[in-house]
């Protein structure tokens, strides 16, 4: 009797916890990023980051590909604004954040870029 009632409330839950998970790469991106990197970063295309040292994400690409960012993500990024802590990432999350940081970027006017020298 209990197991039928207990089996019926957990089969009830997954439709409410499925809906819970965010869906595609680019909406676990934006999450995971919220969650570990909202507190600093300006993660969406617009607003200040609260942390003046700390880049807005739609503003990556304007250094560097964001695809770059990928064995960072992985290996731990060791450098960032002062008071950024070590991240370390698992392969698919890094998949995910890089979709979503992709989905952010603001594109610069080309002359705006700096000229290369050499």
């Known amino acids: 009797m209990y197991s039928k009632a207990l089996l019926l409330v957990c089969l009830l839950a997954l439709p409410a916890a499925a809906a819970a998970q965010p869906e595609g790469p680019a909406a ?13 970063h300006a993660i969406n295309r617009g607003g200040a980051s609260p942390n003046r ?9 304007n250094n560097y590909p964001v695809d770059n960012l990928a064995e960072a ?6 450098t960032g604004h002062p008071a950024m802590p070590q991240f370390r990432f698992k392969a698919g999350e890094v998949r995910d954040l890089i979709e979503y940081l992709k ?11 700096p000229v290369p020298v050499g």
């Open 73 to 78: 993500l992985v290996e731990g990024i060791l």
């Open 103 to 113: 989905s952010v970027q603001v594109k610069r006017d080309a002359s705006t870029y």
């Open 53 to 61: 040292a700390a880049p807005a994400f739609r503003d990556l690409s």
């Open 28 to 40: 676990r991106g934006q999450a995971l990023a919220q969650r570990n990197c909202g507190m600093c």
